[in-house]
């Protein structure tokens, strides 16, 4: 992973919440002549969430897309605050922060793509995946070395636990 700071700033982070399409997964989505969508996730991504979760990190997916497979993904992890159809990213993340009673500098935001870019700017951690396009690269403070659906979700996972001394997952 690449920072422009120490990973050490994560110690703080009581929430991560990941973007779905090209974060959780590589960006592509397959749909069926019958319209239903399906999706790829990487088993491993989905231990590093699950391990986040036990240490008592909140998890959140925020996406401007609805899908019924990200959310029987997301509730097979554990994930509580799943987040879809939304039109204004950074109104639904204030809203869950106010419920959460936590501010934007203790959560982090893991994106790929300029619909992003307003979320990620408010967020006191911001991540793009490898493969994010170069506007939202260049913006965030950590771009994680692999690509989303590839193990970018996990690495994350990885750097925040090992920034608050639970080790590697």
């Avoid at 990973?7 to 090209?22: E, K």
């Avoid at 997301?74 to 799943?82: F, P, S």
């Avoid at 106010?98 to 893991?110: M, N, R």
């Avoid at 006191?124 to 771009?143: D, M, P, Q």
């Amino acid at each position: 992973m690449t920072s422009k700071s120490t990973a050490n700033s994560l110690a703080n982070v009581r929430l991560v919440a990941f973007d779905v399409d090209g974060v959780f997964t590589d960006g592509r989505f397959h749909l069926s002549d019958d319209g239903i969508e399906s999706k790829s996730f990487c088993t491993q991504d989905g231990f590093g969430v699950r391990q986040l979760l036990k240490s008592g990190v909140e998890v959140a997916v925020i996406s401007g897309r609805s899908s019924v497979a990200v959310e029987h993904r997301m509730k097979e992890l554990g994930v509580a605050h799943i987040l879809l159809a939304c039109s204004d990213k950074t109104a639904a993340f204030d809203t869950l922060i106010a419920k959460l009673g936590i501010g934007a500098e203790e959560a982090a935001f893991v994106g790929d793509d300029i619909p992003d870019l307003p979320l990620l700017s408010k967020v006191g951690h911001s991540f793009a995946v490898a493969n994010a396009v170069s506007a939202v690269r260049e913006y965030c403070r950590y771009t994680t070395e692999a690509s989303g659906g590839d193990g970018a979700v996990r690495e994350v996972c990885e750097l925040v636990l090992a920034a608050q001394g639970e080790g590697r997952t």
